[in-house]
Each structure stands twice: as C-alpha cells, then as structure tokens.
C-alpha cells in the first residue's frame, strides 16, 4: 500500500506526473489550432482548395457535420507528416491554382500515392 504522507512517495509521484505533463507537451501541435479547415490547410501548405477536397480522403480528412456535404477538417500532426512525405504542397497541386474541371495540364491526376504505413 502507497503511504500519501511518505516524502518518497510523493516525490515519485510528482516525478511521473512532470514527465507525463512533458510527453503530452511534445504531441501538441507548436502553433495554431490542430484541426484545420480546407482554407487555412490550403494557404499553409500552398495547395488549391479543390486539390484538397479531392484528396480529402487519402489526407485523413475528418468530417464535421453530417451528410454528404459535411465539412473536412484536418489533423496539423497528420495533414504535416503527409505532406512531409510528399515533398512540397505547391508542385503536388499545380501552383495551388484553381481548375474547374479537376484535370491537369500534364495529364497526372495529381492523386496522391498510397503508402503502406508498414514498409
């Protein structure tokens, strides 16, 4: 049994509790909100809009609202490490420009790879 008036116990627990407060500090993003909209994901990482809602999926979007037009939002620490893998935004999504029809000059869908998370 853990005596609470025990000094070393109670230095134990404020140990664990310093290093758990830190290991939580690490996982938060550095700045912003965490989840992000299509616009501010957008303007951050230099893609269109439209590139965004065509790879939602393959981005780890998360549906807020209901319905088929719910809304996508992003995870900063998911939408980062896929774009790090990816290279950078801009060349991925044509300059972020807007195209209407959703081709591409050169004829690349512009979709991106699936990666397997185990290799």
Sequence with gaps: MIDPADGSTRALVDAIARRVV???????????????????????????????YANAASLGAIRMGSGPRARPHFDRLVIQTRFAR???????????????????PDGNSGLLRILDPLA
């Design 22 to 52: 830190d290991l939580l500090r690490e996982d938060l993003p550095r700045e912003g909100p965490r989840l992000l909209t299509v616009a501010q994901v957008a303007k951050e990482f230099g893609v269109s809009t439209d590139w965004l």
């Design 86 to 104: 990816l290279g950078t935004g801009r060349s991925m999504a044509d300059g972020g420009g807007r195209r209407r029809n959703g081709r591409r």
